[in-house]
C-alpha cells in the first residue's frame, strides 16, 4: 500500500512540474511530465549538431535522468532523435517511457518519437533512433517531451505512439 501511495504521490509532484501545452493533451498520454521547448531553444548543441532539448529527472526523487536531444536533415527531410538514461541511483531499476512530439508554428504534428528502455541502476545507455516523416522536417517550431517512470507493460503508450505515427504516415 505505500508503494502504492508513493508512486501516486511521485506522480504528483511531478505533473506539477509539467509544461503545459495543448498537444499532449489530445493524444491521450497519461502521467507524462512535459517538457515544451521551441525548436531552436536548445540547451546545448553537441559537436555532432545535436540540439539538447530536455535535461530532466524521470523520478524527482532519485538521482535518474535523461536527456533527449535531435537533428533534422531538411535535404533528406529526416530526423535523428537521441536518448540518454543516467541512472545513478545505487539500487532502484525502472521501466522509464520517452515521448517526444514535434510540431509546426500552429501546432501540427510533424513527427513523433517514443521509447520504453528499462533503465539498470548505476548505469547510462543512449542511443540515436532515426525518425523518417512524412511532413517537412523543416517546418518543426516546438518539441514537447515526455517522461515517466512506466509500468513494465506500456501497451497503451505504445498504442497511441503507433496511432499517431500511422495518422502521420510516419516510417
Known amino acids: 500500500m505505500l508503494g502504492f501511495f508513493l508512486k501516486k504521490l511521485s506522480i504528483a509532484i511531478g505533473l506539477l512540474t509539467s509544461d503545459a ?3 499532449v493533451d489530445i493524444d491521450g498520454w497519461k502521467d507524462y511530465v512535459w517538457r515544451v521547448r521551441a525548436a531552436d531553444q536548445c540547451i546545448q548543441v553537441d559537436k555532432g549538431g545535436f540540439c539538447q532539448i530536455a535535461d530532466d529527472r524521470w523520478d524527482w526523487k532519485r538521482d535518474q535522468r535523461y536527456t533527449f536531444s535531435f537533428l533534422t536533415d531538411n535535404k533528406s527531410n529526416a530526423l535523428i532523435a537521441h536518448l540518454r538514461l543516467n541512472n545513478r541511483d545505487p539500487s532502484d531499476d525502472d521501466n522509464v517511457c520517452v515521448v517526444a512530439i514535434f510540431t509546426d ?7 513523433i518519437f517514443f521509447q520504453d528502455w528499462l533503465s539498470r541502476h548505476g548505469r547510462s545507455m543512449e ?4 525518425l523518417h516523416p512524412s511532413l517537412p522536417v ?8 515526455g517522461s515517466k517512470q512506466c509500468d513494465r507493460d506500456s501497451s497503451s503508450d505504445a498504442a497511441i505512439f503507433e496511432e499517431m505515427r500511422l495518422k502521420l504516415n510516419q516510417l
Open 21 to 23: 501545452s495543448t498537444v
Open 127 to 130: 542511443r540515436d533512433l532515426p
Open 105 to 111: 508554428k500552429n501546432d501540427n504534428q510533424i513527427a
Open 138 to 145: 523543416g517546418s518543426i517550431t516546438k518539441v514537447a517531451v
